[in-house]
């Protein structure tokens, strides 16, 4: 009878510790989008900044962090991909070589971000002459959602049941049929949806993009990458921060944020429809 009691009492403080979670992330994302939504409106999303950020849009902002999520998907996701899909299926299960590798990716995934931006800086910044630049910024992003992608990518095709593999060698299917035929096709909701998830987390990193990539105020559209832009982040953490006038400022930086917040709601979204139909679909 103690132990049913216990367990129950446990069960009690998971449960409240669960809910007062989610309550204090309601009232999060429930102020700023009540401080937010008060100015966005179309002249808001596609005019630019004026007067040192106390007047008009935030379209630069968006376009850059657009385009800095798309240079760095473009570099993270092939390699990211290609790159668990050797670990998982081609590499082989023991030797140092291959520890050490998939030990560095688990440590990666874990380094703070203003690592990664330091390592932008010096590397991309200063040792490439890249300058401060969408290519800096969007290859910074790119190298810290990598290991994040590559996990997903490992773990999706874990997920699939040796049987399936051994069907197909049965067949006599090669490798590289196997994982392109059978294989890829099953783990790919899961891989999609550790892209998607990383996506949303390159829009909202402010520290790589500091030293590589953002401006605070800049009335130019970029038309090179390798031009310096706006981003949502790194606007919302001046305006916060730095900005001189802050009656006229912190709505603006409050409307940014909702932004923000609408576009990583978005991924996370379709991270979840995808894992659901994926769901629904197996039939093993």
């Known amino acids: 009878m103690d132990k049913i009691r216990k367990e129950k009492i446990a069960f009690a403080v998971i449960k409240i510790l669960a809910y007062i979670s989610v309550v204090f992330l309601a009232m999060l994302v429930g102020y700023i989008f009540f401080k937010g939504f008060r100015v966005i409106n179309f002249r808001f999303l596609t005019d630019v900044p004026r007067k040192g950020v106390t007047e008009g849009g935030i379209f630069p902002a968006i376009l850059g962090t657009f385009y800095l999520v798309l240079v760095s998907f473009l570099v993270a996701v092939p390699t990211g991909v290609l790159s668990g899909i050797y670990l998982?299926?081609?590499?082989?299960?023991?030797?140092?070589?291959?520890?050490?590798?998939?030990?560095?990716?688990?440590?990666?995934?874990?380094?703070?971000?203003?690592?990664?931006?330091?390592?932008?800086?010096?590397?991309?910044?200063?040792?490439?002459?890249?300058?401060?630049?969408?290519?800096?910024?969007?290859?910074?992003?790119?190298?810290?959602?990598?290991?994040?992608?590559?996990?997903?990518?490992?773990?999706?095709?874990?997920?699939?049941?040796?049987?399936?593999?051994?069907?197909?060698?049965?067949?006599?299917?090669?490798?590289?049929?196997?994982?392109?035929?059978?294989?890829?096709?099953?783990?790919?909701?899961?891989?999609?949806?550790?892209?998607?998830?990383?996506?949303?987390?390159?829009?909202?990193?402010?520290?790589?993009?500091?030293?590589?990539?953002a401006t605070f105020y800049t009335g130019r559209l970029p038309h090179s990458i390798f031009n310096e832009v706006m981003a949502l982040p790194y606007m919302i953490y001046g305006l916060l921060t730095e900005g001189t006038f802050p009656a006229k400022q912190i709505p603006i930086a409050y409307g940014a944020s909702t932004v923000l917040l609408l576009f990583v709601f978005a991924m996370s979204l379709l991270a979840i429809i995808i894992r659901m139909r994926s769901r629904r679909m197996k039939k093993w």
């Open 88 to 213: 998982s299926e081609y590499a082989p299960k023991e030797g140092a070589v291959i520890r050490f590798v998939r030990v560095s990716v688990n440590v990666l995934s874990g380094i703070p971000s203003v690592i990664f931006g330091l390592f932008g800086l010096a590397i991309f910044v200063n040792k490439f002459h890249f300058g401060v630049s969408i290519l800096s910024g969007g290859l910074t992003l790119g190298i810290l959602i990598l290991p994040v992608i590559i996990q997903a990518t490992m773990e999706a095709l874990r997920s699939v049941p040796n049987s399936f593999r051994e069907a197909s060698f049965g067949l006599g299917a090669t490798k590289w049929q196997t994982v392109k035929n059978i294989v890829l096709p099953v783990g790919m909701p899961g891989i999609l949806t550790g892209v998607i998830l990383s996506v949303g987390r390159s829009a909202g990193e402010t520290a790589p993009i500091l030293f590589t990539a």
